[in-house]
């Protein structure tokens, strides 16, 4: 189904505006659960026990890996008894999880309850993909993707501030208040007004085989399997960036009061891009789009590592450098994702969570690797940047159709 209008129904009752808005709420839930908590890391390692800074941004990376391993599990569930059901339980986990934490008195647990919690979310994503390859197909799923990452981008330009507001009335605690209040909000949505949109004749049974068979489809299809490569080598550079962008801000910079305006610029960037590749796709393609979005991702990351090498890396010339990065960043994980689903239509459950996997856990750690070996500089996030634009080139290159950069 590929419906055009604003208010007939994309699905049951929901129009084409509340269902993108619903999706994107739904991948919202895990952009608090990450960039709500950057402001707070600090206060949390301090009011905790922890001294070490590298460490305590262990948050973040935790949950990412709960986050990826889970959707393995997700997306099978998913294809079996549908979208509803299991999406209803994550975000069941996500909100306990979040309520556990607001108690926590030990930086530990609150590390073991982020895997659990982002182990919840992981539904979620996975479903939200789901959803969306469920109703649309080829270059108008690119552009619903778009439509969805712009008002995705929503939440960190305001979730790093309001982190930090919720901060000044309470302490850390209250942003795992506000995260189980924003999931319970969700939940209420999902159950009153989202239908089932898996098809009774695309449901797969739940079987050790039939799960195997389901993610040899996904590892079969080479280009497909491309891009999700690409995805997460992407995704572990921007994790890197999350990581130590509080560090980098104050410790490089000297702007920590400043870092949520930042960050929220960045974020708005994020937003334009997708906004620019929805308008764009239909015209042009996800796959120039997308080669000529990496294209100047990688050059402004060369030109971040030059100038840092060179000590001539002003908080001006870093933040313009990373607010085109982020620009184009939305463009090519929009593109890239609906590439990698496109051929995968019969396993959407399966596929998504596949590609969620393999974005989020090696995305994850490559983060985490970025993240603790800054050494009060910009180099390590710049090197990282660039080893994971020519990875991707690469990947992309070899196995997607040899470089083809058209449709």
């Not at 999902?190 to 797969?204: A, D, G, I, N």
């Not at 490089?252 to 997708?274: D, I, K, N, R, W």
């Amino acid at each position: 189904m590929t419906d055009t209008t604003s208010h007939s129904p994309v699905v049951g009752k929901l129009g084409r505006t509340e269902f993108i808005v619903l999706v994107a709420s739904l991948v919202a839930v895990n952009a608090f659960a990450i960039d709500i908590m950057l402001p707070g890391l600090q206060q949390i390692g301090a009011s905790l026990g922890e001294p070490d800074p590298n460490r305590r941004q262990l948050v973040i990376p935790a949950y990412l890996l709960g986050f990826g391993l889970l959707q393995l599990v997700f997306g099978p569930l998913s294809d079996r008894f549908g979208r509803r059901g299991p999406l209803l339980v994550g975000l069941g986990i996500y909100c306990l999880a979040a309520l556990c934490a607001f108690f926590t008195t030990d930086f530990n647990a609150l590390v073991a309850l982020r895997l659990v919690q982002g182990g919840g979310a992981a539904a979620s994503a996975v479903i939200a993909t789901a959803l969306v390859r469920d109703v649309f197909a080829g270059n108008q799923m690119a552009k619903i993707m778009s439509l969805v990452f712009t008002v995705l981008m929503l939440s960190p330009i305001l979730a790093p501030s309001l982190g930090q507001g919720l901060m000044t009335v309470m302490d850390w605690r209250g942003l795992f208040g506000f995260m189980a209040g924003w999931g319970a909000i969700v939940i209420g949505w999902v159950w009153w007004r989202l239908p089932e949109t898996l098809q009774p004749e695309h449901k797969r049974p739940l079987s050790l085989k039939a799960v195997i068979e389901g993610f040899g489809i996904v590892f079969a299809n080479r280009v497909s399997l491309a891009y999700i490569i690409g995805m997460a080598a992407l995704f572990g550079a921007l994790m890197g960036f999350l990581n130590s962008s509080q560090q980098i801000y104050r410790d490089v910079f000297g702007v920590e009061t400043m870092f949520p305006l930042f960050f929220a610029g960045g974020a708005a960037c994020s937003a334009l891009g997708g906004m620019v590749n929805a308008q764009l796709v239909n015209r042009y393609g996800m796959r120039l789009l997308s080669w000529l979005a990496l294209g100047v991702f990688g050059a402004a990351a060369l030109a971040i590592l030059v100038a840092a090498l060179l000590q001539a890396l002003p908080l001006w010339l870093f933040f313009g450098l990373s607010a085109v990065q982020f620009l184009v960043f939305s463009m090519i994980l929009s593109n890239y994702g609906a590439l990698a689903m496109e051929p995968l239509g019969e396993v959407a459950g399966t596929a998504a969570s596949t590609q969620g996997f393999l974005q989020m856990v090696p995305g994850a750690a490559i983060g985490i690797l970025i993240g603790q070996v800054f050494n009060g500089t910009v180099i390590p996030l710049a090197i990282g940047y660039v080893a994971m634009v020519a990875l991707t080139a690469v990947c992309v290159t070899l196995m997607a159709g040899r470089g083809r950069v058209t449709g």
